[in-house]
């Protein structure tokens, strides 16, 4: 697949406010998206996903925006908490007809909690 | 990580040595992937597994093999471990849908 990228590796911002971080990808032909969560020494786990037919999808205090006209993505943590410090991945899985691929994902931006 | 043990989860070995790693799951997941994360090309895709005996390889397949003749085990094979094989290894699964994608604790090998 072809690069997912992200545009800045690391964000800071203070307890309470909203973080938003932001995802290039350049194949318009991918049909999905992922947001991962991954704290220091453990696997990425799954915050929340969006498909290429949605242009925005919320959960609890996340929400993913999609603009497929400039390639965007982006995923917003309303009141970030100091938990939410941790390493952000977005990442894109083309489904092939014969199975599931494996995702292609960004290098990460590293969010960090201020008090 | 529910459902997906890694083992070793540590492991320090030697240039031109063998090396299997194993990933077991409990989910009963069609798919089962290996990753290796490393400092600025976050995670990438080795080899990938569809299904028993079923494999293809993914972006970083030089060097490595893979293994699946069980459906909860998926083993990662290094024939002769290189010093830029030194990383971190990400085990994934997913169900028959397959969009979500769960992963593994990781294991860390360093190849000295």
């Known amino acids: 697949g072809e690069s997912v990228g992200l545009h800045l590796p690391t964000l800071s911002v203070q307890e309470g406010d909203n973080s938003i971080i932001n995802c290039a990808y350049s194949?318009?032909?991918?049909?999905?998206f992922i947001w991962y969560k991954q704290e220091s020494g453990k696997g990425p786990q799954f915050i929340i996903d969006?498909?290429?037919?949605?242009d925005k999808r919320q959960g609890q205090r996340v929400t993913v925006l999609l603009n497929k006209t400039v390639k965007h993505l982006s995923l917003q943590i309303a009141a970030t908490q100091p938990g939410d410090s941790a390493v952000y991945f977005c990442?894109?899985?083309?489904?092939?007809?014969?199975?599931?691929?494996?995702?292609?994902f960004g290098k990460g931006t590293h969010l960090i909690i201020q008090p | 990580d529910a459902g997906i043990t890694q083992s070793p989860r540590h492991k320090v070995t030697e240039t031109g040595t063998p090396v299997t790693l194993r990933c077991h799951q409990t989910?009963?997941?069609?798919?089962m992937y290996w990753y290796r994360q490393d400092p600025g090309h976050g995670l990438r895709l080795i080899h990938y597994?569809?299904?028993?005996?079923?494999?293809d390889k993914g972006e970083v397949s030089d060097g490595y093999s893979v293994s699946r003749s069980k459906t909860e085990d998926f083993l990662l094979t290094l024939e002769s471990a290189t010093s830029s094989q030194t990383s971190v290894y990400f085990c994934?699964?997913?169900?028959?849908?397959?969009?979500?994608?769960?992963f593994g604790p990781g294991t860390r090998l360093t190849v000295l």
């Open positions: 990442a894109e899985n083309m489904y092939s007809g014969g199975g599931a691929d494996g995702l292609t």
């Open positions: 194949n318009s032909a991918s049909d999905y």
């Open positions: 969006i498909r290429s037919n949605m």
């Open positions: 989910e009963n997941h069609r798919y």
């Open positions: 597994s569809y299904g028993v005996k079923d494999t």
């Open positions: 994934a699964t997913a169900g028959q849908g397959a969009y979500e994608q769960f």
